[in-house]
Each structure stands twice: as structure tokens, then as C-alpha cells.
């Protein structure tokens, strides 16, 4: 699977977008990008993935560039339980496994 | 509806004592298994996989086991434990299509003293 960098950590105000960047500049063809969040003491929540087309859902917008080396999830009015670990994937089509880098710290302040 | 549970949620044990997290999945047939640990202050680190039935597969060397004896249920063990052993550990599952997600259980809290 793919490398992933992402910013150790980011704050953002409540009510604002939180927008989380994430580098996968060695992705193939066939790897999905992946993004979880992880609440202190509970397991890690799915959020939303994609492979080329820009994805949304109730949680978040996923936008990924045109070369896919690089990818941002949005989450459009972020509030305090927004607080959390996020971690961005990558991951082939088919592959039985899903690894977690260290992710971005998100602290949404008041 | 699909439902993953692990247990114990806590548990505190002495240096060389064994180990035994339990986790079972219900509502879904035939998933892949999975345990991570998370370290404190650490990331997610994959430890096994199961793709089925007695299959497993490890990720690192070290000092634990897992086993699957059902469809549905995943065991983590280790006959005694280290003190690197403390920590947060994290089962879920998983549907063979291509791109299903990961659903991860509650959590177990190992201290290890």
C-alpha cells in the first residue's frame, strides 16, 4: 500500500471548515484513498473513500486532485465532537488489509 | 443489523500471566477479522488478520496469538505477557467486497504491570 504524509496535527475554529490535507504521491492506479477518524478511547469511525471523483456524504467531502497525488477531506461546519484523529489511506482494490499511519490530530476549538 | 463486541473492555494483569480478548461479530456471515493495538500516544498497528475459519495471518513478530475457531469470533491470546503488551486493543471486521470498510468494536484496555 501506499505511503501516506499528513500534518501531525491542526486546529480549527467551531463552525468553520476543517480542511485536512493528506500526500499519497506514490499511489497507483488501483488504490483507493481512505479516510477514518478516531475519537479518544473508542475505535476508528469510517468517514468516506474514493478513487479519482471528488466524493461526499453526510459527514464530509472528499477532494482528491487530478494527478491523485494529494487529497483534502472537508468537513464543512466542524464542531467540537469533531475533535479526533484522523487517519487517510490508501489501500488496493481487494487488499484484506487496511494500515494506519499516524494521522492529524484535529482539535476543533470554541 | 451488524454488531461487533469485544471483551473485557478493561483489564489490568501481572507481568507473565496469560491473556485471552474475545471478540464475535453478529449479523454478517463470513468476514474478515482483524486486531490492532494502539500504544499510547501510538498509532493503529495491524497484529493478525483472518481471511476465515482457522486461517490467520500475523503482521509482526511478538509476543501474542490469535486464533479464529468461528465464522464470527476472533480471539486474541498470549500464554505471558510483557510489559509492552499494555494497551488498546481494537478487533473489526470487515465484508470480502472490494471496497467494504472497517468496523472496529468497543476496544480492550490492557495495563500490563
Known amino acids: 500500500d501506499a505511503k501516506t504524509t499528513q500534518p501531525p496535527s491542526m486546529d480549527c475554529a467551531e463552525g468553520r471548515a476543517a480542511n485536512l490535507p493528506c500526500n499519497h504521491s506514490?499511489?497507483?492506479?488501483?488504490?483507493?484513498v481512505y479516510w477514518y477518524r478516531q475519537i479518544h478511547s473508542q475505535g476508528p469511525q469510517y468517514i468516506i473513500h474514493?478513487?479519482?471523483n471528488n466524493e461526499t456524504n453526510e459527514m464530509a467531502s472528499l477532494i482528491i486532485t487530478e494527478d491523485r497525488k494529494s487529497s483534502t477531506l472537508i468537513l464543512p461546519h466542524a464542531t467540537l465532537r469533531d475533535t479526533a484523529v484522523y487517519y487517510c489511506?490508501?489501500?488496493?482494490?481487494?487488499?484484506?488489509?487496511?494500515?494506519f499511519g499516524q494521522g492529524t490530530r484535529l482539535t476543533i476549538n470554541p | 443489523s451488524q454488531t461487533i463486541h469485544q471483551w473485557p473492555a478493561t483489564l489490568v494483569q501481572p507481568v507473565g500471566s496469560p491473556l485471552s480478548l474475545e471478540c464475535t461479530v453478529e449479523?454478517?456471515?463470513?468476514?474478515?477479522l482483524y486486531w490492532y493495538r494502539q500504544a499510547a500516544g501510538r498509532g493503529l498497528q495491524l497484529l493478525f488478520y483472518?481471511?476465515?475459519?482457522?486461517?490467520i495471518s500475523s503482521e509482526v513478530p511478538q509476543n501474542l496469538s490469535a486464533s479464529r475457531p468461528q465464522d464470527r469470533q476472533f480471539i486474541l491470546s498470549s500464554k505471558k505477557l510483557l510489559l509492552s503488551d499494555s494497551g488498546f486493543y481494537l478487533c473489526?471486521?470487515?465484508?470480502?467486497?472490494?471496497?467494504?470498510?472497517?468496523?472496529f468494536g468497543e476496544g480492550s484496555r490492557l495495563t500490563v504491570l
Open positions: 473489526a471486521w470487515k465484508r470480502k467486497e472490494n471496497t467494504g470498510e472497517l468496523f
Open positions: 506514490t499511489i497507483s492506479g488501483n488504490e483507493y
Open positions: 474514493g478513487l479519482k
Open positions: 489511506i490508501v489501500r488496493v482494490q481487494g487488499a484484506q488489509k487496511l494500515v
Open positions: 449479523g454478517t456471515s463470513n468476514p474478515n
Open positions: 483472518s481471511v476465515g475459519i482457522g486461517q
